[in-house]
């Protein structure tokens, strides 16, 4: 039997049935894990072995039209994303309580949910295939489960009062999805348990696994599951699950064997991409011309177009005569740009610890490390606790997003002293003249004052963000509150952190002390 | 406006009507039922100003929720439902201890079934009064821990709870089973004048007993054995 052959047959009427959803046409093949298919990245291969098998109940394109159209109501009906069928599993694992129960309870459900789309909107043989499918209790279960909502006779087995139970679930309800498959795991794991201790075989049409999805859908149902979660331990808890998925899809740290996913990275940098904060561009370009700068002493081996006439009394003699010595004017151009930016993150005993409790340090950092990035600028980043005695991490200027959130996300948790002399050689590995500063913290530092006393002095665009309300950030605004280049911003919740503006400044330049005490005072707080 | 996929309509399939659109609507006009009546048996119960457990109220609110079901055509799995609605507490409804839990007590003793289940484990309340005045022929098996009065005044049906009870269990029953599969709180058999409950666990303290058998485990502690 030629199976390919009967798919291309078949596959036109059956897209054309589902409205011909983007889909390439299926293979069929000689697949290693069970199940009668398998979905990977939009490319559905059904198993030759499966296929046989029914065969020999039902004709051949019967057997082909069910199995395509429950592959591809997995597409258009359930789960539709990743972001879904990661909320799906988070339910089933908050009520089951482990791994191995949650993915059967998310399996089952999701193909209770397509089947039954299917056999209610279109005309399909699944019902015909069910009747031969076989499998164990589980798939009993299930089976008798159709028998009673689709007023189909499928001879399947099981206990009558869980049936009409199960068959009180509105799976068509996409709004009650999740409390719909918080009562199926509850009502079935019985049988899941069962299923599980026998290792029996799974899903007679498969498991659903990361495979489905392409690292497109994946990041995009990281992101939205990472805004839908109510914190980051559930966020851990079942990210944390996918592991091995995700670092096949390449989510791991991209480097080497053995580079795990990082589920707490992944909340941070899927969170961040939420807000996208402004960043006042900056005039970058220089004019690129030589400009006499200064004088010097003629030697005979020097050019003689550069002699300065006046400077040297019309003489033509060596050590009397002056010539220019030029440098590249430092006029700016029309094109703005970027400069690179220094993320300095307190990480002291008195802020959250990000690996526990969603850390508005973090996350601000985390966004403003994206906008920095997006705009193809470098980020460095030095997040200190008690920098004297070593509790810091220091990150040179890089685009690599998975070691930056890693810097962010390092939680020493000491006492508060920054290394200025760490700041200012950091800075100076800057590719850009003069790079952005970024200060989040919660001000209780205990060299605070010379901390002040360096962001003053110190050239660029500075951005300070602090965390909660104290006498000491009191304090630095009061210092700090005519300096030019300097804007504070306070967060205390994640609403506030859209009203950061980076590099926000009075002017992008210098102005004499004089000015700026006459400048009306407009921190953004 | 006409519609610019008007051309297209005859590509769709046919919907077909499935059982489980039927199950699905009644089970919703089932349960829209019982809150409407929910609502009802609140507002009656709402006139009094305190709401005190004692048997004259106990006998006013099982009679009035036993009224208001009257007209009403459930079965086991609306109970169900019915808790489950209970316990998410949405602001269209109110949940009130132990009048609500003498309402899910008439609707044990009244639906057709002679035989309930009721999962409890994933509800965040504790509902008291459960098995109140199970008559003889019934049984109500309750999966998860209950709170205070189960099987109060039982008249001759089997209770049985798989996990802790809380205080009062048993409370002036006249005859019937009630079994507890953990351990119960104070009071355990207060006022009891027959039938048999059993302890799997611990009993925190015994009430006043007037007659029946309790056991702790395996060990009768009423009447205490010689």
């Known amino acids: ?525 | 406006m006409v519609n610019p996929f008007q051309a297209f309509r005859h590509y769709a399939g046919v919907r077909r009507e499935l059982p489980l659109d039927r199950i699905i609507a009644q089970r919703d006009h089932v349960l829209q039922q019982l809150l409407q009546g929910y609502q009802a048996f609140v507002e009656e119960e709402s006139r009094q100003l305190v709401w005190v457990v004692e048997q004259g109220a106990l006998s006013r609110a099982y009679t009035t929720a036993v009224d208001v079901l009257q007209d009403i055509h459930f079965t086991a799995e609306d109970i169900e439902d019915m808790c489950t609605e209970l316990d998410g507490a949405s602001g269209a409804i109110t949940p009130l201890g132990a009048p609500s839990g003498l309402f899910i007590a008439a609707m044990c003793n009244h639906t057709e079934e002679r035989e309930i289940t009721l999962n409890l484990r994933s509800m965040t309340r504790r509902w008291p009064f459960l098995g109140y005045r199970l008559p003889r022929g019934r049984r109500l098996f309750l999966e998860g821990d209950v709170g205070d009065f189960v099987g109060a005044l039982l008249e001759g049906g089997e209770v049985t709870v798989t996990g802790n009870a809380g205080n009062y269990a048993g409370i002036g029953m006249r005859s019937g089973t009630l079994q507890i599969g953990y351990s119960s709180g104070k009071n355990t058999g207060e006022g009891m004048r027959g039938g048999v409950l059993r302890v799997q666990g611990r009993i925190a303290e015994l009430g006043k007993i007037k007659q029946g058998a309790i056991y702790e485990g395996n060990q009768q502690v009423f009447p205490a054995e010689p």
Not at chain 1, 16 to 41: C, F, N, Q, S, Y
Not at chain 1, 47 to 71: K, M, Q, R, S
Not at chain 1, 331 to 353: A, F, I, K, W
Not at chain 1, 402 to 409: A, K, N, S, T, V
């Open chain 1, 1 to 525: 039997m030629n199976w390919q052959d009967v798919i291309v047959d078949i596959w036109p009427q059956v897209r054309r049935k589902h409205l011909w959803p983007e889909l390439a046409m299926p293979l069929v093949d000689d697949i290693e894990t069970p199940g009668a298919m398998r979905m990977h990245d939009k490319q559905i291969t059904l198993n030759v072995e499966t296929c046989n098998t029914l065969a020999e109940h039902l004709p051949a394109a019967i057997v082909a039209e069910a199995l395509l159209d429950h592959g591809i109501s997995h597409y258009t009906r359930c789960p539709w994303d990743f972001a879904t069928h990661l909320q799906l599993y988070s339910t089933a694992k908050a009520e089951l309580g482990r791994k191995s129960l949650a993915k059967l309870a998310t399996d089952s459900f999701i193909d209770v949910v397509a089947n039954t789309s299917c056999v209610k909107d279109l005309p399909t043989p699944i019902p015909d295939i069910y009747r031969h499918l076989g499998g164990g209790v589980l798939e009993g279960a299930l089976t008798a489960l159709y028998t009673h909502i689709w007023g189909m006779d499928l001879q399947g087995s099981g206990d009558p009062a869980l049936v009409r139970r199960l068959g009180r679930i509105p799976y068509l309800d996409r709004q009650q999805w999740i409390p719909s498959v918080r009562r199926f795991s509850r009502l079935l794991q019985p049988l899941f348990e069962e299923e599980t201790r026998q290792q029996q075989t799974p899903l007679a049409l498969g498991r659903h696994s990361l495979d489905s999805y392409s690292p497109e859908e994946v990041l995009q149902g990281l992101q939205a599951f990472a805004q839908q979660v109510s914190d980051i331990q559930q966020f851990r808890d079942t990210v944390g699950d996918f592991t091995e998925d995700l670092e096949r899809l390449g989510f791991g740290a991209g480097r080497g064997l053995g580079c795990s996913v990082d589920a707490d990275v992944l909340y941070y940098m899927q969170l961040a991409q939420t807000y996208r904060l402004p960043i006042r561009s900056l005039p970058m370009e220089r004019s690129g011309s030589l400009e006499p700068y200064s004088h010097i002493p003629w030697e005979a081996s020097k050019p003689v177009q550069d002699i300065d006439v006046w400077t040297s009394f019309g003489k033509l003699l060596p050590g009397v005569s002056q010539t220019w010595v030029r440098r590249e004017g430092s006029t700016y151009g029309q094109r703005e740009g970027t400069p690179d930016c220094l993320v300095m993150l307190d990480s002291s005993g008195s802020m959250t610890n990000p690996r526990e409790h969603v850390s508005f340090a973090v996350l601000g950092a985390g966004c403003a490390v994206e906008a920095y990035l997006r705009r193809e600028a470098h980020v460095a980043v030095y997040n200190f606790s008690d920098a004297y005695m070593d509790g810091k991490t220091v990150l040179p200027f890089g685009a690599d997003r998975q070691e930056i959130y890693r810097g962010l996300c390092t939680y020493h948790g000491g006492g508060t002293s920054l290394r200025l002399r760490d700041i200012e050689a950091l800075r100076r590995t800057a590719a850009s003249p003069v790079p952005d500063l970024l200060l989040i913290t919660d001000m209780q530092i205990t060299n605070l004052e010379e901390v002040i006393d360096y962001l003053i002095g110190v050239d660029g665009r500075i951005t300070v963000v602090h965390i909660g309300e104290n006498s000491a950030t009191d304090r630095f605004r009061q210092v700090t509150r005519h300096h030019p280049r300097l804007r504070v911003f306070t967060v205390q919740d994640h609403q506030d952190i859209p009203q950061i503006v980076l590099g926000q400044v009075q002017s992008y330049f210098a102005i004499s002390s004089h000015r700026a005490a006459s400048a009306p005072s407009s921190s953004w707080l």
